[in-house]
């Protein structure tokens, strides 16, 4: 059963910084490109950062570009997110997800497994 749990969510001032984890058990991991999604309160899902199995190749949504960066460490099962310059609008749901095959980075549709969340709050 894959289980994909994150954590680090909080609430934090504009400017400031967090770090999501997510950890994966139940799956080849390092086979699978992984990403984190973010909802905000009545908006759509969005694609905020993927990275691929081996970590050589990323993608990034345009606003979090320069600001937030992903890596994953193979060895610990583990996807995290650095989040720097935090916005309030950053603010929203973070789920971390995972591809059963291997499909593009930047597609919602590619990912075959998520995480719950976690609440990442930016206050102004």
């Known amino acids: 059963q894959v289980q994909l749990v994150e954590s680090g969510g909080g609430l934090v001032q504009t400017g400031n910084s967090l770090r999501l984890s997510c950890a994966a058990s139940?799956?080849?991991?390092?086979?699978?490109?992984m990403g984190w999604f973010r909802q905000a309160p009545g908006k759509e899902p969005e694609m905020v950062a993927a990275?691929?199995?081996?970590?050589?190749?990323?993608y990034y949504t345009d606003s979090v570009k320069g600001r937030f960066t992903i890596s994953r460490d193979n060895a610990k099962n583990t996807v995290y997110l650095q989040m720097n310059s935090l916005k309030p609008e950053d603010t929203a749901v973070y789920y971390c997800?995972?591809?059963?095959?291997?499909?593009?980075?930047?597609?919602?549709?590619?990912?075959?497994?998520w995480g719950r969340g976690t609440q990442v709050t930016v206050s102004s």
């Open positions: 990275i691929n199995w081996g970590g050589g190749f990323t």
């Open positions: 139940g799956l080849t991991f390092n086979r699978c490109t």
């Open positions: 997800a995972a591809q059963g095959t291997s499909g593009p980075l930047s597609q919602r549709a590619a990912y075959d497994f």
